[in-house]
């Protein structure tokens, strides 16, 4: 074992240029860091990231990032062969589960059958019932939502379900057990949906509504073992911050941390990494994903990624020399881009410990994203089942 601890953080969303087969989701041109470098004209100051490589990665350096020379560590792409472009794909597949068969999508509307049981459980009428942006549809129906109680049900390009309310009108708890219900109605086998999203909203009126940090995730179960199970059953500590423990369930994780926002999410990290255990801590990062790329925000987007990185400089300022950080992301959402959904990318891959005894090397186009768990359960002597480690590359040995 070279590191004790091993940190991978999620920048969710971040996306280094279309994949192979963006073609087939219509992602073709889609480049998530190098559109919003484009839009900052030279003005995106990322020098953490930088020195780490991630303009290295890139057959175009992201514009006012330079190519690192040397990058304190090694760098690469990795590639998802998930059926999907969501969180749960990208998460599952890390950790050695990627998702083969495609997850149900309702480009039009939910069948009525799902509508009517959700009706009868909650009491309440369903509106909407169609993709939409999520903050479009609290400005366009959360004032009729505050009047009569009812449920705003719509969907996106990507296998979920999600249900909006205003929390002075349906309180977060019952909200929740809502959901929890929807959850039970698409399992399989007829539909089979990732994540059932609870979407609360607080504002006086349309020009005013904010969606709130209680916004949670009843994902699907893990179809099978994910690495975070193998670690645990290997004697290992496993901790989620942020929306890792919905994504996966709460399995395979030992204890978590809510986040309120990407800052929220690395107080957490700064926090874990005062603590004394031997093992992984999975964070992800969601603001750059929900509050900018589904937004085609790209200057709040950079925003979030220059603020990112200067809490980075703290986390490598404070690593142990048996520390191993990863930092990447489970698809894009290129805010340059057309449309409102994810977008079929590749996704970074940056690798830095203070002990590493080579750097700046290229880990190269990484075929799945499974070789990053695959290198973390090398890394604790535990086998795995998918995905080609790269443990050997980063190694201290």
Request: net charge negative; charged share 25%.
């Amino acid at each position: 074992m070279s590191y004790k601890r091993v940190f991978v953080i999620v920048m969710d969303s971040v996306g280094t240029g279309a994949a192979h087969d963006a073609d087939k989701f219509d992602d073709l041109g889609s480049d998530t860091l190098g559109h919003v470098g484009e839009f900052y004209k030279g003005d995106l100051k990322l020098p953490n990231l930088g020195k780490m490589g991630i303009s290295n990665l890139r057959d175009t350096p992201i514009e006012g990032v330079p190519v690192a020379d040397p990058a304190i560590g090694d760098y690469g792409k990795m590639e998802e062969i998930s059926a999907g472009k969501d969180s749960m794909d990208g998460h599952w597949e890390m950790m050695g589960l990627p998702v083969t068969k495609p997850l149900s999508t309702f480009p039009n509307r939910f069948p009525q059958e799902i509508v009517d049981k959700l009706e009868k459980f909650s009491g309440r009428k369903v509106i909407v019932n169609k993709p939409y942006s999520g903050t479009e549809v609290i400005h366009d129906y959360g004032e009729r939502q505050m009047k009569t109680g009812e449920l705003i049900l719509y969907t996106s390009g990507d296998s979920v379900m999600q249900i909006a309310a205003h929390e002075d009108v349906i309180p977060v708890k019952e909200l929740y057990k809502i959901c929890e219900y929807a959850r039970t109605l698409v399992n399989g086998p007829e539909y089979t949906v990732g994540r059932i999203i609870a979407r609360p909203y607080v504002g006086p009126d349309k020009d005013h509504f904010t969606r709130t940090a209680n916004r949670h995730d009843f994902s699907l179960k893990p179809i099978g073992k994910t690495d975070m199970d193998r670690l645990r059953e290997a004697g290992y500590d496993v901790i989620g911050v942020g929306k890792i423990n919905d994504i996966f369930s709460g399995q395979g994780i030992d204890r978590g941390y809510h986040n309120e926002s990407n800052m929220d999410g690395m107080d957490h990290v700064d926090d874990v990494m005062k603590q004394d255990f031997t093992g992984f801590c999975f964070t992800n990062l969601v603001d750059f994903d929900a509050m900018y790329g589904h937004r085609r925000n790209p200057k709040g987007f950079g925003q979030a990624l220059m603020d990112f990185d200067k809490r980075l400089g703290t986390v490598l300022k404070e690593m142990k020399p048996d520390d191993l950080l990863m930092i990447t992301a489970d698809h894009g959402n290129d805010p340059g881009f057309r449309g409102t959904d994810h977008t079929r990318e590749n996704v970074p891959l940056l690798v830095y410990s203070p002990s590493m005894k080579k750097s700046n090397q290229s880990l190269g186009l990484r075929k799945t994203f499974s070789d990053l768990g695959a290198t973390i359960l090398e890394n604790f002597n535990v086998d795995s089942v998918r995905g080609t480690s790269f443990y050997k590359e980063i190694s201290n040995d």
